[in-house]
């Protein structure tokens, strides 16, 4: 695996503790701060199997612009496709007084941001071997 590959996960893996922590926090549950720290993991992990595939990408955080570039390379991506949908919309919902969040908001999020996690991992594997 490319050493900036390793880095896009690195600092996806960061995203997603930090998501954790803030479902643990000592002054209770931060879900909004989860919600959007699950939806920049899944982003970057995305990258991650763009990077060590040499296809270009743009720094957004467009989820489902980067979905549909895995895609276009492995059909199977399409099983994320509800997960990074769910993300999209905690990102964009959790930024409106209306969300402030409900822990199972936050608790969705992160274990969509790990299913994410898993499916690129188990990719990226199968290419290193």
């Keep these: 695996m ?4 390793r880095s896009w996960i690195v600092k996806g893996d960061k995203d ?7 479902l643990e926090s000592v002054d209770g ?7 959007l720290h699950c939806q920049q ?16 990408f743009a720094l957004l955080h467009n989820l489902t612009s980067l979905l549909d570039s895995c895609a276009a390379m492995d059909n199977s991506f ?6 990074i949908s769910q993300l999209e919309g905690y990102s964009i ?12 908001f936050g608790k969705e ?18 290419v290193s071997m």
Excluded: W
Aim: hydrophobic content about 35%; aromatic content about 8%; charged content about 25%.
């Design 41 to 56: 993991s899944a982003g970057k992990y995305l990258k991650a199997f763009l990077q060590e595939n040499d296809a270009s």
């Design 109 to 126: 999020a992160l274990a969509s941001a790990k299913r994410v996690k898993e499916f690129v991992l188990g990719k990226l594997n199968q």
């Design 16 to 22: 997603l503790g930090t998501a954790g922590f803030a």
């Design 78 to 83: 399409e099983t994320l496709r509800m997960d």
């Design 2 to 5: 490319r050493d900036q590959t």
């Design 93 to 104: 919902a959790s930024r409106y007084p209306k969300n402030e969040g409900s822990l199972d």
């Design 29 to 35: 549950p931060l879900p909004v701060t989860a919600c």
